[in-house]
């Protein structure tokens, strides 16, 4: 049997568990990864922006429609939300709930990081610009084929661990861009 079936089979294993409220366990299948984190996560204050300005990105919900994935990366999306409270819970903090305007915020920018892998958005303007409401920390990753991976790669990381363990955020979101090459581009949004 293939290392892609036995990851396929092992992904929906976990998917039935969850749908009917058992544990899941995450195996390690040796999946080469490539993968790659920004320099540094982003984060941002509370509050107003400093020019006093509200960024909501007109162009947010046809940017997060241009998302393209699978079922295995819209799954590893979750998985990874889920591991990433299972740290947070570890440590002693509260886990972070589902935000639906940072998923589509987090659909915009793993499009992005697909043109641009920076917090920079491809025009130049600051990441949390898609919606200065809502969006105070980002990770983002890419090459990474499984949540295990990239959530390793994060919380190996001291400032993109630093947004999931911080106690102040209380939503977030993840998103998983896959574009023509195959490649998987994650956003991990953060807010309060």
């Known amino acids: 049997?293939?290392?892609?079936?036995?990851?396929?089979?092992?992904?929906?294993l976990a998917l039935v568990l969850a749908v009917a409220g058992g544990s899941i366990a995450y195996y390690n299948t040796a999946v080469k990864e490539n993968g790659a984190l920004t320099e540094e996560a982003a984060a941002r204050g509370e509050g107003v922006p400093a020019?006093?300005?509200?960024?909501i990105e007109p162009e947010m919900v046809s940017l997060a429609?241009?998302?393209?994935?699978?079922?295995?990366?819209?799954?590893?999306a979750k998985a990874a939300f889920d591991m990433a409270n299972a740290k947070r819970?570890?440590?002693?903090?509260?886990?972070?709930?589902?935000?639906s305007g940072l998923e589509q915020a987090s659909a915009v920018r793993a499009v992005e990081a697909s043109q641009s892998f920076s917090h920079t958005r491809p025009d130049g303007?600051?990441?949390?610009?898609?919606?200065?409401?809502?969006?105070?920390?980002?990770?983002?990753?890419?090459g990474y084929a499984s949540a295990d991976a990239a959530v390793a790669a994060w919380i190996a990381s001291p400032t993109?661990?630093?947004?999931?363990?911080?106690?102040?955020?209380?939503s977030g979101a993840i998103a998983i861009h896959v574009n023509a090459?195959?490649?998987?581009y994650w956003a991990q949004e953060f807010g309060y």
């Not at 429609?65 to 799954?75: M, N, R």
């Not at 819970?89 to 935000?99: D, F, R, S």
């Not at 993109?160 to 209380?170: G, L, R, S, Y």
Request: no cysteine; glycine share 8%; net charge negative.
């Open 51 to 55: 020019d006093g300005i509200v960024y």
């Open 125 to 142: 303007s600051d990441w949390w610009t898609v919606n200065s409401n809502l969006m105070y920390g980002e990770n983002l990753a890419k």
């Open 181 to 184: 090459n195959g490649e998987w």
């Open 160 to 170: 993109h661990k630093a947004n999931i363990m911080d106690a102040e955020f209380t």
């Open 89 to 99: 819970q570890e440590a002693g903090l509260g886990a972070l709930t589902w935000n």
């Open 1 to 12: 049997m293939s290392k892609s079936k036995i990851t396929k089979i092992v992904i929906s």
């Open 65 to 76: 429609d241009a998302l393209s994935g699978t079922a295995d990366s819209q799954a590893a």
